[in-house]
C-alpha cells in the first residue's frame, strides 16, 4: 500500500511524492475517515455528494491526497462508501 502512503513535498522548487512512515499515515488516515450518521435517501445523499464537492478541500501538503466518508445506516440492508481524491495524485 505504499502509493496510498504518499504526501506533496517541495524541494529546489520542484514537486515530488515522498513515503510517509508508519506513524504519520495512521494519523493522518485517521483524519481522512468520517463516519456520516443521517443520510437515508437519494436526495439526501445527493445534497451530501453536492456538500462535499464543494467545500472539502484535499491539500495534498497537509494530509493524504483522498478522504473516505461511511453512511452505515442508508438503509436497512445498505451502507455507502465515498471516496474523493485529488486528481493530481
Not at 517541495?10 to 512512515?21: C, E, K, P
Not at 494519523?27 to 445527493?46: L, Q, Y
Not at 497537509?62 to 436497512?76: C, K, M, Q, V
Request: charged share 30%; with cysteine; hydrophobic share 40%.
Amino acid at each position: 500500500m505504499p502509493r496510498q502512503r504518499v504526501k506533496l513535498t517541495q524541494v529546489l522548487g520542484r514537486y515530488f511524492w515522498i513515503t510517509m512512515n508508519d506513524k504519520e499515515f495512521e494519523k493522518k488516515f485517521d483524519e481522512s475517515v468520517e463516519k456520516v450518521t443521517g443520510i437515508h435517501t437519494k436526495e439526501e445523499f445527493e445534497t451530501f455528494c453536492t456538500k462535499v464537492l464543494d467545500e472539502k478541500e484535499i491539500n495534498l501538503f497537509e494530509g493524504l491526497p483522498y478522504r473516505w466518508w461511511f453512511i452505515e445506516d442508508y438503509s436497512a440492508d445498505t451502507s455507502v462508501a465515498v471516496w474523493l481524491f485529488n486528481h493530481g495524485w
